[in-house]
C-alpha cells in the first residue's frame, strides 16, 4: 500500500509494468518489490524443494525468496532479485518455482512430503538400486531442482568487461562509506566509489535518523553532489564489488540497463547489460554494511513475514507500507524503528514482541516484553501470529510481521582471500579480523558498530589510514552530529518449538534439518553445509548462515567461535556468465590472423583452415571437383609435375643479430651454425632441456652477424620465448639481439620442376644453379622491390622461398599465381603441402609431439659431439636412445582396406588389441597421388629395424582394422635429386 | 613489367567515426626496431641524437614527435617511426625494419580513454599516462604498444595480421562507450 | 593478482607467463644427477619461492619473482638477466 505523502520518490513519474499477466502502477525508482508491496502483492514465488508460497523479505541483494524471470527465449532472465530489479515502462516479470500458477501450485505436495525431504534426503533416498541412477533419479532430481530456468535460446545481449585504476577504492555509499570516499576525495586521492543500489546513500534512504540536524538522506545528498563535482572520484551506481583478489584487484559488476527496456541492451543495440569490472586498488575501504537477520521460527517463511529494516526501507525510502496492521518481532533495540516509523506514518501497530525483558517501551502501541512469536497462521499470506510469553500463548492478528534477529555484518570480502571472521560478543556478530585483506581497511557496519555516528566516524578513520599510507594529508575532520544509540541486543536464533522454523529460505533449510545434521555426526559447518544444503543457493546464505552456526553449535554444545564459519567466496552476489565472458563471442572470441593472400585465396574460394590464430587455405575447389581429395590429389600432383604457389607467411621467422649470434645459435640448435656461411640455409634441430625435440625449421646467415631462424608455426611463440629465455637468464652476456619479423615478410613457397622457370623475369637478376643453389639465400629484387629467396624444399621438389614486405603480398600473390597458372601450375593449400611433406618423410608438429627425441626421428646425427647446446645432457639418457623406443617409419598399406588413419595404433599381427601389446601409432597420413596408395608416418617400437615387417593397424574411432607395411619415412625421390637438382 | 602494389593492414577498415571519436589509420613512414647491443646504449643514444634529433627513449617513453618518433618497444629496444635509421646506427644496435610488420591506428576524441579501458588492462588516464608516455601491453589478448599522443588521442599498434581484429574490438568498444553516452 | 615488472612497473597477471620454480642452471658437464634435480626436481614449499614469470604481452622480460605460495604476496621481482641463473660456466 503506498503512503501518500511518505518516501523519497515524491512525485515520480507513474509506470506501468505486469507481474504474472496482471498489469499494475508503479513509481519511478521504486524497485520491483516496492511495487509489488504498493500493489498489496505478497505472494512472489514459490521455494526451491516444498514449493511454500514465498514473499519479499528484505530490500537488498540478499533476497532469498522474491526471485522472478523476466523476459522470453533469448532475452530471458532468470532469478532476478525483485528487491533489486528497478522498475522500468513495460516491465514484465513471472514467478518462478510454480506450475500452473504461483497461487495454484501443484508441486506444492512437496511441502506434505516434508518428512521425507530432511537433511541428507538426496544421500539417502537415491542411493539404491545403482541401475537407477541415470534413468530414473538424475532426471527426476533435474527436473524438480532449480529455481528459475534458461530459455536454452542463445542470449542475446551485449555484455561488457573494463579496467579501473584507482588509489582507494570505497564499497559501499552509506554513512561510513561517503564519509571516506569525502575525506579521501578531499585530500586529492584517485577514489572509486561503488554502489550495487541504483542510487548512493545505503541505509540514509530508509532511515529517519537525522546527520548534522537534517534527514539522513539529505547529507548524503549534499556529499554526493560534492564528490561528483570531484575530478578525482568516480562515482559507480549499480555496481556490485563481487570479489576481492590479489594485490588490490578486485571484480565488480556493474548492472548497466538492467533498469531500462530489454531493447537497449541488445546486440543490435550497443549498450552493453552488464559490465564486469577489474579494478586495481591500491587501497580498499570496505564499508559494505550488514545484512538483518530472521528469527527462526514456526512457519516465519510466510509472505508478509519481512524483515524489520525491509519494512523501513520500502517506508522511509518508497513511501510503501507492507501492511494495515504490523506486528514487530525483534531481540534488539533498533528494530523498534520500525514501529515508529510506521506508527508515524499512520499505521497501525498491533503490537512490538521483544525477546528481552529490559525492552524499551517505545510510543503509544503494545510492547509485549520477554515474549516470542513461536507460529504464524495464514493461507498465502500471514494472517495471524502466536505470542507466547510468561502469560502464555495468544494469537495477534497482523497482515505483516517485521522481524529482525540483530545485524550480520557483510564481511564477505574480507574472506576471499582466505582470512576467517572473529566472533564479537557484544554485537553477536562476526567482524572482519584485522589485515584480511592487504591494502583493504573495513568501516561501520561491515565492522560491527551499527551507529550512524559511529559508520560516519569509521569512514573518516579508514580514509585517515589510507591517505596516511598514499602520503597524502586528510583535511580536518569535521564528523556531523547523529545518532550514536548504543547496539542493545540479546542473543535469539531459534524459538523452541514443533514444526518447521525456517533458516535458509532459499534452498528450504530448517533448524530441524541442522539438529539433524549433528545428530549424524555432521558436525563441522563445512559437512553440515553440505549435507542441509544450509547456505548453498544463489544467496549464498547471507542472511542464514550465522543462525545456522548458531544452531549447530547450541546442538553440538560448543560456542560459536568454537563451530566455526564457512568460508565465502567470490562473487558476492551472482555474476552472469555472460559478463565473465564478455566480449569473446563471435568475432571476439580470439584474435583472428589473416595472411596478406588471404583475400585472393577467399575470392578463389579456398577452404580456411584454423592454425592457431591464423586462417590458411586448406584447398582450392576448382570447377567439377566435389570433394577435398580431388583438389588436394590435383594441387599435390602440380606441385610435382609443373609448379606451385603457397603462403608460407605463417612459420615463426626470427632476425637474429651481433657479434655473439652465431655462439647463441650453436647453444640452441643442436647441430652448427657459426660454421655457416653467408648466403647459405641449414636445417636445425632444437631441443628442450630435458632432451626432447621442441622445433625444427631452417636458418639462414644473411650476414657475418646476421642470421633468419624459421620457426614452425605452431611453435613460433614457444621458441621466442625460450630464446628470450636463454639470452636473459641463461647468457646474457652474450651480445645478441633478436626480434620477431614473422608479420614483416609476406613469403611465398614456389614448388615444383617450374619454379625457376616462373621465376625468371620476376627477379632483377638471373636465377641459376650458380647464383642461386640448392639451400642458397640473399636478397633479390622481385619486380623492383627489395625481398629476399631462400632456395629451400618443404617438398622434395626444386623449390624456392621468396619474401617481400607485408604491403607487397597480395600483389606478389597474386602475380605468382598468375605466372604458375600460365605453365599449368597453380596454388596448393594446407592440404597439398601436408601430403607433399608426408611423401618425403619430414616432420610437423604431429611428429614432434613433446615425447619423441632426436633419436626416434633417426636425427641423432644432428646432435653434435663436438659442442655444448641446450638439452644435450638430458638427451644423452640411456633411455632416450634405446632401441626398443617408438621410432619414425613409414607405413604403406598391405592388407584388403587401404586405409591409414592419424591416431591409429599398430599392434603385431598376431597380438591382442590390448594396451599391453601397443607397438606405436600413426602420427600422420594423406594419399599420396605420386604412388597411388594412402601412406603414413608412424612410430613404432624398434621401427627402423622392423622395415618390411607387416604389422596391424587399429582405429577404434573409425573403424578401421587392416595390415601396413613398414618402410622407410622417405616415400618419394629418396635420394633427393629433385630438391637438388 | 608487372609492379608490385602495396596495401596498408587496415586497408579498407578504417576510418570510423563513433560516438564523437574517431578512428583512423596512421601512415608512419619506416618502421626500424633498434636493439643497442650490449654496453652501447649512452653512444647510441648520442648517435640517435645526432642522426635524427631525438633521444633514445627510456622504458615506457617516447621521443620526438609526430613524423619522427622513438617508440620503448620493449626489453632492450625502441621503434624508430618515420625516418629509416642512419646507417651509422649499426655499429651500436641491431637494427631490423619492421615498416610493414605493425597495424597502426590513431584514435581520438572524447571517450578514447573509457574505449581504452574496455581493452586494456593498463591504467591509461590522463593524470597517470601522459603524452610521450608509451606502455607495452596486451589489447584484448593481442600484443599492442599504446602510446598517448595527444590529450584525447592515441597510437595503437598491433601485428599486421591482426588489423581486422583490432578495428573490431575498437569498434565494438567504441560504440558501448558511445551508447553510455 | 599483480606483478611489479622492473621496467613496466606493475602490471596485471595475465599479461605475464608462468614458467616455474627459478632454478640456477647446472653448468656444463655437470652430472646427470645435477640435471635430473634442474629439470625434474621442485620443492614445492607453502612460502616463499622463486618463480619464473614471462612478461610476454609486456616488454619481453623474464623475470625472478619471489612469492609466497601460502598468502600470494610477492616478495621481490628481478629481471632473470640480473639473477645469476645461468650459473658457472
Ligand atoms: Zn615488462
Redo the contacts between chains.
Keep these: 500500500m503506498r503512503l501518500p505523502g511518505k518516501g523519497l520518490n515524491q512525485g515520480a513519474k507513474p509506470i506501468t509494468f505486469a507481474f504474472n499477466g496482471r498489469h499494475m502502477m508503479g513509481l519511478e525508482g521504486d524497485t520491483l518489490a516496492a511495487a509489488l508491496l504498493a500493489n498489496d502483492v505478497h505472494l512472489v514465488g514459490r521455494s526451491f524443494k516444498y514449493h511454500r508460497p514465498r514473499g519479499v523479505l528484505t530490500a537488498g541483494s540478499e533476497e532469498p525468496n522474491a526471485l522472478v524471470t523476466i523476459g522470453t527465449g533469448g532475452q530471458q532472465d532468470p532469478n532476478v532479485r525483485a528487491t533489486q530489479q528497478e522498475l522500468f515502462e513495460g516491465l514484465e516479470a513471472r514467478s518462478q518455482n510454480c506450475w500452473p500458477s504461483v497461487e495454484r501450485d501443484v508441486m506444492a505436495v512437496n511441502d506434505l512430503a516434508a518428512p521425507f525431504f530432511g537433511a541428507g534426503f538426496y544421500y539417502k533416498t537415491f542411493m539404491w538400486p545403482a541401475a537407477f541412477w541415470e534413468k530414473v533419479y538424475e532426471p527426476m532430481i533435474r527436473n524438480a531442482a532449480g529455481l528459475g530456468a534458461l530459455s536454452g535460446e542463445a542470449d542475446q545481449d551485449r555484455y561488457e568487461k573494463a579496467f579501473a585504476f584507482c588509489d582507494v577504492l570505497v564499497i559501499g555509499s552509506g554513512p561510513a562509506g561517503l564519509m571516506a570516499a569525502l575525506t579521501a576525495g578531499r585530500a586529492g586521492a584517485d577514489v572509486i566509489l561503488c554502489e550495487e543500489d541504483s542510487r548512493m546513500g545505503g541505509r540514509l534512504l530508509a532511515e529517519r535518523e537525522e546527520i548534522g540536524g537534517k534527514p539522513g538522506h539529505e547529507w548524503a545528498a549534499e556529499v554526493l553532489a560534492e564528490l561528483e563535482a570531484m575530478d578525482n572520484v568516480r562515482l559507480m551506481t549499480r555496481t556490485a564489488v563481487t570479489g576481492a583478489y590479489d594485490q588490490g584487484t578486485y571484480g565488480a559488476l556493474e548492472r548497466v540497463s538492467h533498469h531500462l527496456p530489454r531493447r537497449h541492451s541488445l546486440k543490435s543495440s550497443h549498450l552493453p547489460r552488464e559490465c564486469f569490472w577489474r579494478i586495481a586498488a591500491k587501497h580498499a575501504v570496505l564499508a559494505a554494511g550488514a545484512i538483518e537477520r530472521p528469527v527462526a521460527f514456526r512457519n516465519n517463511d510466510r509472505p508478509g513475514i519481512m524483515m524489520a529494516g525491509a519494512v523501513r526501507a520500502y517506508l522511509n525510502r518508497w513511501g510503501v507500507a507492507p501492511g494495515e496492521r504490523v506486528t514487530v518481532f525483534a531481540n534488539n533495540d533498533q528494530a523498534h524503528r520500525t514501529a515508529r516509523d510506521l506508527h508515524d506514518a499512520g499505521v497501525h501497530i498491533a503490537a512490538v514482541i521483544d525477546s528481552r525483558h529490559e525492552a524499551p517501551d517505545g510510543g503509544p502501541y503494545q510492547v509485549i516484553k520477554g515474549a516470542q512469536v513461536c507460529g504464524s497462521a495464514g493461507r498465502q499470506r500471514v494472517e495471524s501470529i502466536t505470542v507466547r510469553s510468561v502469560k502464555g500463548e495468544e494469537k495477534i492478528q497482523t497482515d505483516c510481521l517485521a522481524m529482525s534477529g540483530g545485524w550480520n555484518p557483510s564481511v564477505h570480502l574480507t574472506c576471499h582471500l582466505n582470512s576467517r571472521p572473529v566472533w564479537n560478543r557484544e554485537a553477536l556478530a562476526f567482524v572482519p579480523s584485522v589485515g584480511a585483506v592487504p591494502g583493504m581497511v573495513t568501516a561501520g557496519a561491515c565492522n560491527g558498530i551499527f551507529s550512524t555516528a559511529g559508520a560516519l566516524r569509521e569512514g573518516a578513520e579508514a580514509a585517515g589510514k589510507v591517505l596516511e599510507a598514499l602520503d597524502l594529508k586528510p583535511a580536518a575532520a569535521d564528523l556531523p552530529e547523529a545518532e550514536d544509540d548504543p547496539y542493545r541486543i540479546a542473543a535469539l536464533w531459534a524459538v523452541p518449538g514443533k514444526g518447521r522454523a525456517w533458516l535458509d529460505f532459499q534452498n528450504d533449510v530448517t533448524v530441524k534439518d541442522v539438529k539433524q545434521a549433528a545428530t549424524e555426526n555432521f558436525r563441522s559447518v563445512e559437512h553440515m553445509k553440505r549435507y542441509t544444503t544450509q547456505g548453498m543457493a544463489t544467496d549464498q546464505g547471507k542472511n542464514s548462515n550465522v543462525a545456522a552456526l548458531a544452531v549447530l553449535a547450541d546442538a553440538t554444545g560448543r560456542t560459536i567461535p568454537e563451530t566455526g564459519t564457512t568460508t565465502f567466496r567470490p562473487p558476492f552476489v551472482p555474476v552472469s556468465i555472460g559478463a565473465m565472458g564478455a566480449g569473446a563471442t563471435d568475432e571476439g572470441f580470439k584474435p583472428q590472423r589473416f595472411l596478406t593472400s588471404h583475400g585472393e585465396s577467399h575470392t578463389r574460394g579456398a577452404h580456411q583452415l584454423e592454425v592457431g590464430l591464423w586462417y590458411r587455405a586448406a584447398y582450392f575447389p576448382k570447377q567439377g571437383e566435389t570433394n577435398w581429395r580431388q583438389s588436394c590429389d590435383r594441387e599435390v600432383t602440380t606441385v610435382r609435375k609443373a609448379v606451385g604457389i603457397c603462403d608460407v607467411s605463417t612459420l615463426g621467422k626470427i632476425d637474429i643479430q651481433g657479434p655473439d649470434a652465431g655462439k647463441f645459435l650453436d647453444f640452441l640448435y643442436t647441430n652448427t651454425f657459426s660454421t655457416l656461411k653467408v648466403g647459405k640455409v641449414r636445417y636445425g634441430l632444437m631441443l628442450r632441456e630435458d632432451g626432447f625435440v621442441m622445433d625444427d625449421g631452417t636458418t639462414a646467415r644473411l650476414g657475418e652477424n646476421h642470421f633468419v631462424m624459421t620457426t614452425t608455426t605452431a611453435a613460433a611463440g614457444q621458441v621466442m620465448a625460450h630464446m628470450e629465455f636463454v639470452s636473459q637468464a641463461l647468457y646474457p652476456e652474450w651480445d645478441v639481439r633478436f626480434t620477431s619479423v614473422t608479420e614483416q615478410w609476406a613469403q611465398f613457397a614456389v614448388a615444383g620442376p617450374k619454379s625457376r622457370q616462373l621465376l625468371d623475369g620476376l627477379l632483377d637478376d638471373d636465377v641459376n644453379g650458380e647464383t642461386w643453389p640448392f639451400m642458397g639465400c640473399g636478397e633479390a629484387t622481385v619486380l623492383g622491390v627489395k625481398g629476399r629467396l631462400f632456395r629451400i624444399s618443404f617438398s622434395g621438389e626444386h623449390a624456392y622461398e621468396v619474401a617481400v614486405p607485408a604491403r607487397y603480398g597480395e600483389s606478389l600473390y597474386r602475380e605468382l599465381l598468375k605466372r604458375a597458372e600460365a605453365m599449368g601450375g597453380g596454388a596448393y593449400g594446407m592440404e597439398a603441402l601436408n601430403v607433399l611433406r608426408i611423401e618425403k618423410g619430414l616432420i610437423t608438429h604431429a611428429e614432434i609431439n613433446g615425447t619423441v627425441t632426436a633419436f626416434d626421428l633417426g636425427l641423432q646425427g644432428m646432435m653434435s659431439k663436438k659442442k655444448d647446446f641446450l638439452g644435450k645432457a638430458m638427451a644423452a639418457r640411456e633411455g632416450l636412445m634405446a632401441e626398443d623406443r617408438m621410432r619414425m617409419v613409414g607405413l604403406k598399406p598391405a592388407g584388403a582396406a587401404k586405409e591409414i588413419t592419424a591416431g591409429a595404433h599398430l599392434f603385431t599381427p598376431g597380438d591382442p588389441v590390448e594396451r599391453i601389446y601397443d607397438q606405436g601409432y600413426v602420427t600422420s597420413a594423406g594419399y599420396s597421388p605420386a604412388l597411388g596408395l594412402p601412406i603414413g608416418l608412424a612410430f613404432l617400437k624398434e621401427g627402423p629395424d622392423r622395415i618390411g615387417e607387416t604389422v596391424r593397424l587399429v582405429d577404434h574411432m573409425r573403424g578401421v582394422d587392416t595390415l601396413c607395411e613398414v618402410v622407410s619415412p622417405v616415400f618419394f625421390d629418396p635420394e633427393g635429386d629433385r630438391a637438388r637438382g | 613489367?608487372?609492379?608490385?602494389?602495396?596495401?596498408?593492414?587496415c586497408d579498407g577498415l578504417l576510418p570510423a567515426t563513433i560516438g564523437g571519436m574517431s578512428l583512423t589509420e596512421e601512415h608512419p613512414g619506416a618502421m626500424w626496431?633498434i636493439?643497442?647491443?650490449?654496453g652501447q646504449l649512452k653512444v647510441l643514444g648520442k648517435a640517435l641524437e645526432a642522426a635524427h634529433g631525438m633521444a633514445f627513449p627510456a622504458?615506457?617513453r617516447a621521443t620526438g614527435k609526430a613524423g619522427s618518433r622513438a617508440v620503448w618497444f620493449?626489453?632492450?629496444?625502441a621503434l624508430l617511426m618515420g625516418p629509416a635509421p642512419d646507417a651509422g646506427l649499426a655499429k651500436h644496435?641491431?637494427?631490423?625494419?619492421?615498416?610493414?610488420?605493425?597495424a597502426v591506428v590513431r584514435l581520438e576524441g572524447q571517450g578514447a580513454e573509457d574505449v581504452l579501458?574496455?581493452l586494456?588492462?593498463?591504467?591509461l588516464?590522463p593524470?597517470?599516462f601522459k603524452r610521450g608516455h608509451t606502455?607495452?601491453?596486451?589489447l584484448?589478448?593481442?600484443?599492442a604498444s599504446v602510446t598517448r599522443t595527444g590529450p584525447q588521442s592515441f597510437q595503437i599498434m598491433v601485428?599486421?595480421?591482426?588489423?581486422?581484429?583490432l578495428v573490431?574490438?575498437l569498434k565494438?568498444?567504441m560504440?558501448?562507450v558511445?551508447?553510455?553516452g | 593478482m599483480r606483478i611489479t615488472c622492473p621496467l613496466c612497473g606493475e602490471r596485471d597477471r595475465r599479461e605475464f607467463y608462468y614458467k616455474g620454480a627459478a632454478l640456477v642452471r647446472p653448468a656444463e658437464g655437470a652430472d646427470l644427477d645435477a640435471w635430473h634435480e634442474y629439470v625434474n626436481l621442485r620443492e614445492n614449499p607453502a612460502g616463499p619461492l622463486d618463480e619464473l614469470w614471462y612478461h610476454e604481452m609486456g616488454c619481453n622480460s623474464w623475470l625472478k619473482v619471489t612469492r609466497d605460495t601460502a598468502t600470494h604476496e610477492i616478495l621481490a621481482v628481478q629481471l632473470a638477466s640480473e639473477a645469476g641463473l645461468g650459473g658457472e660456466k
Excluded at chain 2, 644496435?93 to 605493425?102: F, G, I, P, R, V
Excluded at chain 2, 586494456?120 to 591504467?123: E, F, G, H, W
Design positions: 613489367m608487372a609492379e608490385l602494389i602495396a596495401k596498408s593492414p626496431a636493439a643497442p647491443f650490449n622504458p615506457n620493449g626489453r632492450d629496444m644496435a641491431a637494427l631490423t625494419d619492421q615498416s610493414d610488420a605493425w579501458a574496455r586494456v588492462p593498463v591504467d588516464r593524470q597517470v606502455a607495452r601491453t596486451e584484448k589478448h593481442m600484443m601485428f599486421r595480421s591482426m588489423a581486422k581484429t573490431h574490438d565494438t568498444a560504440e558501448a558511445a551508447a553510455r
